[in-house]
C-alpha cells in the first residue's frame, strides 16, 4: 500500500525559509515523478512544482521559481520543498503527490505551512 | 483565473445525475488528457479517473468522463450523498510546462 507522509509544516515569519519533506513508501520511489501541490485556506488547488524519477527534470510554477527548491533523495525515499522568501500568499497546505495525472495517483495527508507575522 | 474552467457549484438531487464541465482551448486541454479528482470534506483530494475516462480501481462506475476538443466533463449518475465533495480537473499543459487545476466545483447533493 502507498503511503506518504509529510513533515516539516509550521508557522515562519514573511521573508523567512521553511522545508517540507514526504516520506514515502509502498511503491518504487524512483520510478515516479514526484509534485508538490498546495491549497490556501478555503481556495482551490495548484500545482506548485514536479520532479522526474531520477532528479533530472524540474518544474515550477511561476509564482514560485527562483525561491522554492524541489529535490529528492531516491535512497531514503524522500521528497522535499525547500522554501525561501516566503510570502503571506504562501500559506497553504502542502501535499505531496505521487505520479499526479496518471493511473496510480496518490496523495499524501498534507502539512500546514502558515506564513504570518 | 485558471486556465481551466469550472462551475464554481453544482448540485442535484439523490438519484440524479449531474454533470461537472472543464473548459479549456485548443491550446492546452484540447491536446492532453484530463484527470479529475474528489476531494471529499476535509480530507486530502483523491483520484477519481485519469486520461479523460479512466476510472482507477476502487471508483464506481457511476462516474464517468468524456472530452472533446478543449471540453471535459465528468458525469456522475445516481447521485448519492456520499458524493457531495469538491471536484478538479487537472491537466498537463507542455506549452506551459506547468500542471494546471480548474478552479473546482463544489457539489452539493439536495
Known amino acids: 500500500e502507498v503511503h506518504l507522509v509529510e513533515s516539516g509544516g509550521g508557522l515562519v515569519q514573511p521573508g523567512g525559509s521553511l522545508r517540507v519533506s514526504c516520506a514515502a513508501a509502498?511503491?518504487?520511489?524512483?520510478?515516479?515523478?514526484l509534485t508538490w501541490v498546495r491549497q490556501a485556506p478555503g481556495k482551490g488547488l495548484e500545482w506548485v512544482a514536479s520532479?522526474?524519477?531520477?532528479?533530472?527534470?524540474?518544474y515550477y510554477v511561476d509564482s514560485v521559481k527562483g525561491r522554492f527548491t524541489i529535490s529528492r533523495d531516491n535512497a531514503k525515499n524522500s521528497l522535499f520543498l525547500q522554501m525561501s522568501s516566503l510570502r503571506v500568499e504562501d500559506t497553504a497546505v502542502y501535499y505531496c503527490?505521487?505520479?499526479?495525472?496518471?493511473?496510480?495517483?496518490?496523495w499524501g495527508q498534507g502539512t500546514l505551512v502558515t506564513v504570518s507575522s | 483565473q485558471s486556465v481551466l474552467t469550472q462551475p464554481p457549484s453544482a448540485s442535484g438531487a439523490p438519484g440524479q445525475r449531474v454533470t461537472i464541465s472543464c473548459s479549456g482551448s485548443?491550446?492546452?486541454?484540447?491536446?492532453?488528457?484530463v484527470t479529475w479528482f474528489q476531494q471529499l470534506p476535509g480530507t486530502a483530494p483523491k483520484l477519481l479517473l485519469h486520461?479523460?475516462?479512466q476510472r482507477p480501481s476502487g471508483v464506481p462506475d457511476r462516474f464517468s468522463g468524456s472530452k472533446s476538443g478543449p471540453s471535459a466533463s465528468l458525469a456522475i449518475s445516481g447521485l448519492q450523498s456520499e458524493d457531495e465533495a469538491d471536484y478538479y480537473c487537472?491537466?498537463?499543459?507542455?506549452?506551459?510546462?506547468?500542471?494546471?487545476f480548474g478552479g473546482g466545483t463544489k457539489l452539493t447533493v439536495l
Open positions: 485548443s491550446s492546452n486541454i484540447g491536446n492532453y488528457n
Open positions: 486520461s479523460n475516462n
Open positions: 509502498g511503491f518504487t520511489f524512483s520510478d515516479y515523478w
Open positions: 520532479i522526474k524519477g531520477d532528479g533530472s527534470d524540474k
Open positions: 487537472a491537466a498537463w499543459i507542455a506549452s506551459l510546462q506547468a500542471v494546471v
Open positions: 503527490t505521487k505520479h499526479l495525472l496518471g493511473a496510480t495517483s496518490h
